[in-house]
């Protein structure tokens, strides 16, 4: 099938993503720092972190997605590989899809992995750890879906660092308020199928349309 | 009827006349200026077609 | 009748023939509004909770209306761009963008004057308030891309995509932020209080909300045409139009 043209973007941007291991610990680190500046921020108390707890996680990992969404088209644009990725002849659909789930691999995956800790760190209810995870495996993939839009709609504007913030907050904001909801259920003792499952459609919307609104939106970006 | 006594009445409105007519001015005025900004644009472009004219007599009517 | 549909696409034409209507639009704007104002501020009974303060509702509501159906055409117009490539959906949709962002605000500003009599704070994140917030996030982003290409025409193709992901988005916010706001707020003032509100309250709203439509689409006809202007300043008919008019003046 039109296979080879992902299988073959999909390990070359692995392969990159995991020589720069540097780059990888970005959106980790960024996360402790936050995580350890709240309750220097607010207060060591753990009611009280616990409550916000849900919340500010959630918070930490949008921003930290955010910062790394530049890894996925930049490098590739700056340097003019990335037209000679487009020229390929599979569907771009599968070759933008094939550099969404590597960054999403590289970003999102490790952050959901590691939110018990973080979770810990800020007083989170031990039966939080899981919904956590969860919401956060299935909404940072989103986030990098819906990233990828905005991030190949501002590829040639890289100086102006506001605007791929900007046009992304908006879309981020729906997935940011079903994740931290779906941990706040939990705490409290509902059943979180119902945000879960929100964030599970949402996923499954923006898996059929991001990476075809990327494409466009690259092949506008590439003309400058 | 009208819903006032008097002027004064109707400016004070038991309080409440700083909101209202704040909100009132201000949108008032951003709608103005919605007007205003396409309107002074096309001054400046027939001041700039009439100007390249002057410098073009040779231009056919 | 592909005539007609280039015709209609067709800048010169629609210059021409939207400036015969484009007078007695303002016209019907200007009575409209007017007498909204007059009746809304002045003969409208107050509100038994609220006052006076209530009398904001006839700015604030048609505003919001507006601000919303203006994103809808903005992303309407981008969409007819993208699939017919017609130059002028790529024109309306540049003008509808900071008109729509106007009355987004407007709404925003008048909602959180109300708000401060009403609920004693300016600002207060409940649903509609919030959900207009990232409305107008929506538009910022559609007009800073707007000008953020090299090319025009690129631009305005990357505005169109933003809008119209946007669209497939807007449901979803207002949904999501109103979920969230009955999660956190047990009982709510909403500020359309519409099935209670009396006849008398009702129909000065009707009329603004009208008055405000004849408005935008007036104000959005003038922006376009003086885009249509910009961009053919060069052609003979727009030279034409200007020098007669100063010769008109001599």
Redesign the interface.
């Known amino acids: 099938m039109t296979n080879t043209g992902f299988v073959a973007i999909f390990r070359r941007d692995l392969l990159l993503a995991v020589r720069h291991r540097g780059d990888l610990s970005n959106p980790i680190i960024f996360f402790f720092i936050i995580i350890a500046l709240v309750p220097l921020g607010l207060t060591p108390e753990s009611s009280r972190l616990s409550e916000i707890a849900p919340g500010m996680l959630w918070i930490t990992a949008l921003l930290a997605s955010l910062l790394s969404l530049n890894s996925m088209f930049q490098d590739d644009y700056n340097d003019g590989a990335l037209e000679q990725i487009m020229i390929l002849p599979q569907p771009l659909y599968f070759i933008v899809l094939a550099k969404i789930i590597v960054h999403w691999l590289v970003t999102g995956l490790p952050l959901s992995l590691l939110a018990p800790v973080f979770g810990m760190m800020l007083s989170l209810p031990e039966y939080g750890y899981l919904p956590l995870m969860l919401s956060l495996l299935i909404g940072t993939a989103t986030l990098s879906l819906l990233g990828a839009i905005g991030s190949a709609l501002t590829l040639p504007l890289d100086k102006e660092g506001f605007l791929l913030p900007l046009i992304v907050m908006p879309f981020y904001m729906p997935i940011l308020i079903f994740g931290s909801s779906t941990v706040q259920f939990a705490i409290d003792g509902l059943s979180i199928l119902s945000p879960l499952a929100v964030m599970g459609s949402l996923f499954a919307l923006f898996l059929f349309v991001a990476p075809y609104v990327a494409a466009g939106a690259l092949r506008l970006s590439v003309q400058g | 009827m009208f819903q006032f006594g008097s002027l004064s009445d109707f400016i004070y409105m038991a309080g409440h006349g700083q909101y209202v007519w704040a909100a009132y001015f201000i949108s008032l005025s951003v709608m103005i200026l919605v007007l205003a900004e396409p309107f002074f644009r096309r001054k400046n472009i027939a001041k700039e077609i009439n100007k390249q004219r002057h410098y073009d007599p040779i231009k056919k009517l | 009748m592909w005539q007609w549909f280039h015709k209609l696409a067709s800048p010169r034409w629609f210059y021409q023939t939207s400036g015969k209507w484009l007078p007695w639009l303002f016209f019907l704007a200007v009575v409209f509004i007017s007498l909204g104002?007059v009746w809304g501020?002045?003969?409208?009974?107050?509100d038994a909770k609220q006052?006076?303060?209530f009398?904001?509702i006839y700015?604030?509501v048609p505003?919001s209306f507006l601000a919303l159906a203006g994103y809808y055409i903005m992303a309407t117009a981008g969409a007819i761009s993208i699939i017919w490539k017609i130059k002028l959906a790529d024109i309306v949709m540049m003008s509808a963008a900071?008109?729509g962002a106007?009355f987004t605000?407007?709404a925003l500003?008048?909602g959180a004057?109300?708000g401060?009599?009403t609920w004693g704070t300016y600002w207060i994140w409940d649903a509609r308030i919030t959900s207009m917030l990232?409305?107008l996030?929506?538009y910022?982003?559609v007009m800073?891309?707007q000008k953020?290409?090299?090319?025009q025409g690129?631009s305005n193709?990357?505005a169109a995509?933003?809008a119209?992901?946007?669209t497939?988005?807007i449901p979803?916010?207002y949904k999501?932020?109103d979920?969230?706001y009955t999660?956190h707020q047990p009982a709510t003032i909403k500020f359309t209080e519409a099935p209670s509100m009396h006849p008398d309250m009702f129909h000065p709203l009707l009329v603004m909300i009208a008055g405000f439509y004849l408005?935008y689409a007036a104000?959005l006809i003038?922006?376009i045409?003086?885009?249509i202007?910009?961009r053919e300043?060069r052609t003979s008919w727009?030279?034409?139009h200007?020098?007669s008019?100063?010769n008109k003046e001599l």
């Open positions: 104002l501020l002045g003969f409208a009974p107050q006052g006076n303060s009398r904001i700015i604030h505003s900071p008109i106007s605000f407007i500003l008048t004057i109300w401060k009599p990232i409305l996030f929506l910022f982003g800073v891309l953020a290409y090299s090319r690129l193709r990357a995509y933003l119209l992901v946007g497939v988005n979803i916010i999501s932020v979920w969230w999660l408005f104000a003038f922006k045409r003086v885009e202007l910009h300043r727009v030279q034409d200007f020098f008019k100063k």
